[in-house]
């Protein structure tokens, strides 16, 4: 087992831009407009396909059902068996994305046959006017909402919330969330899901057609008392020259994130993790062997593997 990169999954999108060109100097064709970038994921609709190393051509899937355990952790394997948990992109938001809620576990294994959708966002780019709609006014009822959605009059109905570069947003299910204005580049970390109900798309047009919305749906899975948790006060410590800041802790996944000077050392742990690199240069070092690590890369961290980086480098970690 070694630090495994996996070839990018891009999904055009009708709110996508060109961050990933000009921010993560990623190879992106200039024909389309991209969206998403699947960087970690064992999602049928998205499927990792290693990059490096002995492995490289396998498919994430393929290596959870071969190496089971020993990829991602007896505590992992316990839990999910061969599904992989967690799916990590990259979102370059530049239009309005469509107001829109996930369900839970128990209404995705019910009606989609997969998991729900638990997700957070770390901003890493935003533009001065960047808007998020999070949530659902106070005293907005089940009723007026169904009434206001029939004729697509949304004055007053969601909480608007102003966003910026290094904010903390966990979106779970049941939240109405969407993008207002303004010019987003952000890292996801988030179950292994692609099930998303669209409420409104501000009647945008694909091909000369209105996108498909999901309203008996949404509304069964619309938290009307949910409000956003975002986590801009957060427990920090160093260790050494690394600051390790405390982002997330929830059934679903874990995060953190570190920014190291000179070289850290991430201790083995019984389960995989993942590093999702925001900014700098630098290097993992594991077993003698080193692989390098610039803005935008992505690398899955087999369980029981003793990890060193070096380099100047800010990170998000997440795991189980």
């Known amino acids: 087992m070694y630090p495994l990169k996996f070839k990018r999954h891009f999904v055009d999108k009708v709110w996508g831009g060109r961050a990933f060109n000009k921010i993560l100097n990623m190879d992106v064709s200039e024909e389309k407009l991209i969206g998403e970038s699947w960087e970690v994921s064992s999602h049928r609709n998205g499927m990792s396909i290693v990059e490096n190393g002995d492995l490289k051509g396998k498919t994430l899937k393929e290596l ?6 020993k990829l991602v952790g007896v505590g992992v394997y316990k839990k999910y068996g061969s599904k992989f948990p967690l799916l990590i992109k990259y979102l370059d938001i530049n239009d309005r994305l469509s107001v829109q809620v996930h369900p839970n576990d128990e209404y995705a294994l019910k009606y989609e046959n997969e998991f729900g959708k638990s997700e957070c966002w770390y901003i890493m780019e935003a533009s001065s006017d960047a808007k998020l709609i999070l949530g659902i006014k106070s005293g907005i009822s089940k009723s007026e909402f169904v009434e206001r959605t029939k004729v697509n009059n949304f004055d007053g109905v969601f909480n608007e919330i102003a966003v910026k ?57 619309i938290d009307f ?51 999702s690199i925001l900014d700098g240069l630098g290097n993992l070092v594991v077993n003698g062997y080193e692989y ?22 800010e990170l998000l970690k997440s795991w189980i």
């Open 292 to 313: 390098p690590l610039k803005k935008g890369d992505n690398y899955l961290i087999p369980a029981n593997l003793e990890v060193v980086i070096t380099g100047n480098i």
């Open 225 to 275: 008392n949910k409000y956003p948790e975002i986590n801009n006060e957060r427990v920090a410590e160093y260790i050494g020259t690394t600051l390790k800041e405390k982002l997330l802790r929830c059934e679903y996944f874990n995060v953190d994130r570190l920014k190291i000077e000179k070289e850290y050392t991430d201790l083995k742990s019984e389960n995989f993790k993942i590093y």
């Open 165 to 221: 570069k290094g904010d903390f947003i966990n979106i779970t299910p049941g939240l109405v969330h969407a993008s207002l204005s303004g010019n987003i580049l952000l890292c996801e970390i988030q179950q292994s899901s692609d099930t998303t109900y669209r409420i409104y798309d501000f009647n945008r047009k694909v091909d000369g057609k209105l996108r498909e919305l999901h309203l008996e749906k949404a509304y069964d899975v």
């Open 64 to 69: 959870v059902e071969e190496y089971k355990d």
